[in-house]
C-alpha cells in the first residue's frame, strides 16, 4: 500500500519534504530583515519600511538601490504578457512548435498513440511522460540535424489514464494500480533518444531513425566505478552487484563533450515500500534519503521496489547514468564515482587542463551542491577513450562562506573525517553515503540546489536554488540569505583563476526571486525588470552559445506567483545585470523543463512538464483535474485526446538566432 495517496505525489516528490526538515511555520519578520531592499520596494511596502528603518541606514538604502540596473534588458525581443490560460504562449515573432508529446512514436514500430487502450508495450515504442531535461547531440557537427535526448521524469496517473480517478471531498482520489498500470508507468519512465532534423525552418522527428531508443525503468544498466560489485549493492537477483533493472526519476541530465547522454535519477526515494529488517545496517542510510516514501505500488509487483525483500536495491538508485547514444544496445552505465543523492543534473565543461568538470546539485531542502572532476582528460579525437572518464576522479562538495569565498572539499576516503572510525571502509562507503560524507565535511545546506550551469563564455557557473520554505531565521546564512524562501534564489561562482577545476573561488546572489513589488519578498529583480519579468522557484537553466542566462522555472502558479511558469531571459553583465523578461510560458498546470540551445542560437528547446496538473487554484476552473475533466487539453485540444507533456521547438519567424 502506498503510504501516501497519488494526488499528492507532484508536491511530494518535487518539494522532498525528506527526513530531517522542520515543518514549523516562521515568521516573516527575520525574513525581511535579511533582505536588501529597493527604494522602490520600500515606497510600496509599509511593513518593510517600519521593519527596515531600525536595522539599516538610509545611505546604505539608496547605495544599493544605485547599484541596479536603470536601463532595460539586453535582450530585444517584446515580452510576453505574465499570465495563466489553457495554451502556450512565445514572444512575437517566434513560432512554437509541438515537436514531441507523450505517446508519439519513438521507434519505427511503435503503435499510433491510443490513450484509452494503452499497453506497457506501445509505451516502450513511444514517448514517456513528463519530459524534462532535454539535450541535443548533433550528428556530424551540425545544428540542424542530430539526436535530441529528453528525460521521462515521472507519472501522473489521474492524468494519463481513463476511468481511474474519483473525487472525494473535492479532491482526486486514484484507484490502487494493477500490475498492467504499474508495467506502462515504468515504460513511461526512463528517457528517449531520437533522430531530429530540421528541414525547411522546421523540426522533424526521423521516425526511423536507426540510434531512436527508449529506455525506461525496466532498461538493463550496469554499475560502474567504485561501488561496482560492493556487497551493499548485491541483491538476490544480481549476486554480481552490476547489474540493475532500470532507472527512475530522471530530472535533468547533461550531454557530455565526447556525446554521451546523462540522465540524473533525483527522487528516486518515491519508488521504494516495505519496510527494511529490524536492525538492518542500512537503516541510516536510508533514512538520510527517506526512503521509502511510497508514492509509487510499483514493489507490489516487483520485489526489487519493495526493501523488505530486497534491501540493498535502494543502494543501486541515486546515481548519475551514462548512455553511449550510438549504440542502442549499449547497457547505460551507473556511474558510482559521482556520488548518491537525489541528482538533479550533470552538466558540464572541459576545463583548461583538459579534465572535465561536472557540477551536481543534490536537490532537497538543506543539500548540497557538488562537483565532479574527472582523473583523466578529454581526448577530442578518440571518443572511446572518452567513455570511462566518469569511473574516475573526485568529488566535492562546497561549502560557502560570509566573506563571499567558497571552497569544494574533496570526498575522498580516508581524508578527514571519511574513515573507518565513521563507517566509511572505503570509496565505495563514502559514495554510497555521499550525503552523510559531506555533512562530516560541513557542506552548506542550501535552499534546495536544482541545475547547476557552467558557462564557457564567461568562466562563471549558475546555480539554482528553487525555494525553501523551511529554512528559519536561525539558519539563514549569506549563501541562502532568506528565512522562508518561498521564491528562491540564484547564485553565480567565480572559479579561482578562472579555472572549474579550482579548489576555491568566489560567489554572489545574482537574483532573489519572487515579486520586487512586494516589499516583503525581498526579490532583487532590477528596476528595468518589467512587471511580465520577474519570476519565483528557478529551477532549469541554459546558457547560450553567446553566454547568456536563459531559466526555466517549476512552481509559479495562480496560488504562488498569479503566473504560470515560463523561460525567461536574464542579464548577468554591466547595467542590465539582474533583469529578467519573459521570453516563454507555459499552459496551465505545467512547469517548464529543459531549456536548451542549439549550438547555432537558432533553436531553442523547451519541455513542458505535467500540463493540465491542479486546476483548484485557477480561478477559471477551480475544481481538480483529471482524465476526464481536464484544465486544459493542451497541445492537441481534441476532445478525445488528455493532455500531452511535449517537448515545443522555438524558432524565429523567418529564422534566425533566438536573440540578437
Ligand atoms: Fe526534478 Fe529538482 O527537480
Ligand atoms: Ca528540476
Ligand atoms: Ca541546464
Ligand atoms: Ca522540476
Not at 34 to 54: D, W
Not at 299 to 305: L, N, S, T, V
Request: hydrophobic content about 35%; charged content about 25%.
Amino acid at each position: 500500500m502506498s503510504k501516501h495517496p497519488h494526488e499528492f505525489r507532484t508536491s511530494l516528490l518535487e518539494e522532498n519534504d525528506g527526513p530531517g526538515h522542520n515543518p514549523t511555520a516562521n515568521p516573516t519578520m527575520g525574513e525581511i530583515i535579511a533582505t536588501r531592499f529597493s527604494r522602490r520596494a520600500l515606497l510600496k511596502g509599509s511593513l518593510a519600511v517600519s521593519a527596515i528603518a531600525a536595522t539599516v541606514s538610509p545611505i546604505a538604502l539608496i547605495t544599493a538601490d544605485n547599484a541596479r540596473a536603470e536601463g532595460g534588458s539586453a535582450f530585444t525581443f517584446a515580452e510576453v504578457e505574465a499570465g495563466i490560460d489553457e495554451n502556450h504562449h512565445v514572444a512575437e515573432g517566434y513560432d512554437a512548435d509541438v515537436l514531441l508529446r507523450w505517446g508519439d512514436a519513438v521507434l519505427a514500430d511503435a503503435p499510433e498513440f491510443d490513450p484509452k487502450n494503452q499497453t506497457a508495450e506501445a509505451q516502450a515504442k513511444q514517448f514517456g511522460y513528463n519530459n524534462d531535461y532535454v539535450g541535443f547531440i548533433p550528428i556530424d557537427g551540425s545544428a540542424t540535424h542530430g539526436l535530441l535526448v529528453v528525460n521521462h521524469e515521472y507519472t501522473n496517473e489521474h492524468l494519463m489514464f481513463p476511468g481511474i480517478v474519483t473525487i472525494a471531498e473535492g479532491k482526486v482520489k486514484v484507484a490502487d494500480a494493477d500490475q498492467k498500470r504499474v508495467d506502462i508507468e515504468m515504460a513511461a519512465h526512463g528517457g528517449t533518444i531520437v533522430e531530429i532534423r530540421k528541414v525547411d525552418g522546421k523540426w522533424q522527428v526521423v521516425r526511423d531513425g536507426k540510434l531512436n531508443r527508449r529506455i525506461t525503468a525496466a532498461t538493463e544498466m550496469e554499475l560502474t566505478g567504485p561501488v561496482a560489485g560492493h556487497d551493499r549493492v548485491k541483491t538476490n537477483a544480481d549476486q554480481t552487484g552490476t547489474r540493475v533493472i532500470g532507472t527512475v526519476n530522471n530530472c535533468a541530465g547533461g550531454v557530455t563533450p565526447w556525446g554521451t547522454y546523462i540522465m540524473a535519477e533525483e527522487n528516486f526515494h518515491g519508488y521504494f515500500i516495505g519496510e527494511l529488517p529490524a536492525g538492518h545496517a542500512e537503516a541510516a542510510n536510508y533514512e538520510r534519503l527517506g526512503i521509502p516514501e511510497g508514492a509509487y505500488s510499483w514493489g507490489q509487483f516487483y520485489d526489487r521496489y519493495d526493501i523488505s525483500k530486497e534491501p540493498n536495491e535502494p543502494n543501486r538508485f541515486g546515481w548519475i547514468v551514462e548512455v553511449d547514444v550510438e549504440d542502442p544496445t549499449s547497457a547505460p552505465k551507473k556511474r558510482t564515482a559521482l556520488g548518491r543523492f537525489k541528482h538533479e543534473g550533470a552538466e558540464s565543461i572541459v576545463a583548461k587542463d583538459g579534465r572535465v568538470v561536472f557540477y551536481l546539485g543534490d536537490d532537497e531542502r538543506f543539500d548540497y551542491v557538488y562537483k565532479f572532476v574527472t582523473a583523466g582528460t578529454y581526448n577530442p579525437s578518440d571518443r572511446a577513450a572518452n567513455m570511462t572518464l566518469l569511473d574516475e576522479g573526485t568529488l566535492f562538495v562546497a561549502r560557502f562562506s560570509e566573506d563571499g569565498s567558497f571552497e569544494w572539499m574533496p570526498l575522498v576516503h580516508g581524508q578527514g573525517p571519511l574513515t573507518a572510525e565513521n563507517g566509511f571502509d572505503s570509496q565505495a562507503d563514502v559514495l554510497i553515503e555521499t550525503r552523510r560524507a559531506a555533512d562530516l565535511l560541513g557542506a552548506t545546506k542550501m535552499d534546495r540546489p536544482e541545475d547547476v550551469q557552467p558557462n564557457g563564455v564567461n568562466g562563471k557557473v549558475y546555480v539554482m536554488l528553487t525555494n525553501n520554505t523551511k529554512r528559519k531565521d536561525e539558519q539563514v546564512d549569506a549563501a541562502n540569505p532568506r528565512a522562508k524562501n518561498a521564491f528562491g534564489h540564484i547564485i553565480e561562482l567565480a572559479e579561482e583563476g578562472g579555472d572549474f577545476t579550482a579548489a576555491k573561488g568566489k560567489w554572489e546572489v545574482l537574483l532573489k526571486c519572487g515579486d520586487p513589488a512586494v516589499a516583503e519578498v525581498g526579490a532583487t529583480f532590477s528596476t528595468g525588470t518589467s512587471p511580465n519579468g520577474w519570476f519565483g522557484m528557478p529551477d532549469n537553466c541554459a546558457v547560450d552559445a553567446a553566454g547568456r542566462l536563459w531559466v526555466s522555472t517549476d512552481g509559479n502558479s495562480p496560488k504562488a506567483t498569479g503566473r504560470t511558469d515560463g523561460l525567461w531571459a536574464v542579464d548577468t553583465e554591466g547595467a542590465a545585470r539582474a533583469t529578467s523578461k519573459l521570453f516563454f510560458r507555459v499552459p496551465v498546470g505545467a512547469e517548464l523543463c529543459g531549456p536548451l540551445f542549439t549550438s547555432d542560437d537558432e533553436t531553442a528547446f523547451v519541455a513542458v512538464q505535467h500540463p493540465g496538473d491542479g486546476g483548484e487554484d485557477w480561478e477559471k476552473f477551480g475544481r481538480p483535474s483529471y482524465y476526464e475533466d481536464l484544465s486544459t487539453r493542451w497541445p492537441d485540444f481534441k476532445d478525445d485526446m488528455p493532455v500531452r507533456p511535449a517537448v515545443v521547438a522555438i524558432t524565429r519567424k523567418g529564422g534566425g538566432k533566438i536573440a540578437v
